[in-house]
Structures are given as structure tokens and as C-alpha cells.
Nanobody, 122 residues
Framework: EVQLQASGGGLVQPGRSLRLSCATS????????IGWARQAPGKEREEVSC????????TYADSVKGRFTISSDLAKNTVYLQMNGLTPEDTAVYYC???????????????WGKGTQVTVSS
């Protein structure tokens, strides 16, 4: 059974940083792509970033390019999302998702974990 556990959210001031973690189990990590999406109240879900462990490709939404970095620790079966330069517009619940397909179909990934709340406010 695919299990995804997101953590690392919290309340931060604008301009500060957070690192989210997505701990995974139940599948062959090297053969999967892992992505981060977010959803703010009243807004549609946004696919933020994705990494394919099988070909090392990464994708980013335009809204986070240059500020967020996704990385994968194959030894720990964990994917991280380093978020720098946070703004109130980054406030959302952040979810991680996994699939054996590549990041091109991130929005259709089959396995989703529970989210972690990120709040950016002064």
C-alpha cells in the first residue's frame, strides 16, 4: 500500500523559509515520481513541483520558480520541498502525491497523502 506522509508546515513570516518533507513507503521509490501540490481556501489545487526518481527530471509551477526547490533522498525514500522567499500567496495546504508515471501527468497521480498547512503571515 502506497503511503505518503507530508510534514514540515507551519506559520512563518513573509520572506522566510520552510522545508517540507514527504516520507513514503509501500512502493519502489526509485521507480516513482513524487510531486507537491497545494490548495488554498476557495482556490483550485495547484501542482507546485514534481520530481521523477527514474529520470531525475523536475518541474515547477511558474509561481514558485526560483524560490522553491524539490529534491529526493533515495536512501530515505523521502522527497523535500525547500521553500524560500515565502509570501502570503504561498499560504495553502500542501500535499504530496506519487505515481509510477512521469511528472507530465502529475495532476492525475494515483496516490495522495494528507496535507500539511503552510501559513505565511506577519
Amino acid at each position: 500500500e502506497v503511503q505518503l506522509q507530508a510534514s514540515g508546515g507551519g506559520l512563518v513570516q513573509p520572506g522566510r523559509s520552510l522545508r517540507l518533507s514527504c516520507a513514503t513507503s509501500g512502493f519502489t521509490f526509485d521507480d516513482y515520481a513524487i510531486g507537491w501540490a497545494r490548495q488554498a481556501p476557495g482556490k483550485e489545487r495547484e501542482e507546485v513541483s514534481c520530481i521523477s526518481n527514474f529520470d531525475a527530471t523536475t518541474t515547477y509551477a511558474d509561481s514558485v520558480k526560483g524560490r522553491f526547490t524539490i529534491s529526493s533522498d533515495l536512501a530515505k525514500n523521502t522527497v523535500y520541498l525547500q521553500m524560500n522567499g515565502l509570501t502570503p500567496e504561498d499560504t495553502a495546504v500542501y500535499y504530496c502525491a506519487a505515481d509510477h508515471r512521469n511528472c507530465d501527468v502529475f495532476r492525475y497521480f494515483g496516490s495522495w497523502g494528507k496535507g500539511t498547512q503552510v501559513t505565511v503571515s506577519s
